[in-house]
């Protein structure tokens, strides 16, 4: 069955965790999501699709949903096109229980705001995105807050560099 909001193909069962990446429009700004357990980090692409910029964080309350409310807020302030969610693959690159959760999460959000939602490895952009603060100087106690939009935009930026 196939789902026309961009959710991608399901199983039999609507079984959400066989959610696909879907092709994100060419045109309009693209939102990033880097999940984390606690944190989930933002990014936004200009219109063009050319550049990524950090954007803010969600806060997730163990034990609860998906702050669906909060990215609300978000989308209607940016109206992007898309939505880019990280997959957190193991390093042999490999889905485990994490990427099956971020496929859950993208197929909640595709289904309910109708919006596009592909999903992109995101190994490494933690890792990416804590040597960029530490190459600027910052020590991680006073830049802890950056480091998942940072994430969120080192995903995104390597994505649209893929695209063109």
Not at 26 to 31: F, M, S
Not at 133 to 157: F, H, N, S
């Amino acid at each position: 069955m196939t789902d026309r909001r961009g959710g991608g193909s399901t199983g039999a069962a609507g079984d959400e965790a066989a959610l696909t990446s879907v092709a994100l429009p060419r045109t309009g700004c693209i939102l990033a999501l880097d999940i984390g357990e606690k944190r989930i980090g933002l990014a936004l692409s200009d219109p063009d699709q050319r550049l990524a910029h950090p954007l803010g964080t969600l806060h997730r309350r163990a034990g609860r949903r998906f702050p669906l409310a909060a990215l609300r807020a978000y989308l209607e302030e940016h109206q992007p096109s898309g939505l880019l969610v990280g997959l957190p693959l193991t390093p042999e690159g490999v889905e485990d229980e994490r990427a099956r959760t971020a496929r859950r999460i993208g197929g909640r959000i595709a289904e309910k705001t109708g919006l596009p939602v592909a999903f992109k490895d995101e190994r490494m952009t933690t890792a990416r995105a804590l040597r960029a603060i530490r190459e600027l100087g910052g020590g991680l106690r006073d830049r802890k807050a950056d480091v998942d939009p940072l994430a969120a935009t080192t995903l995104l930026q390597s994505y649209l560099d893929a695209r063109r």
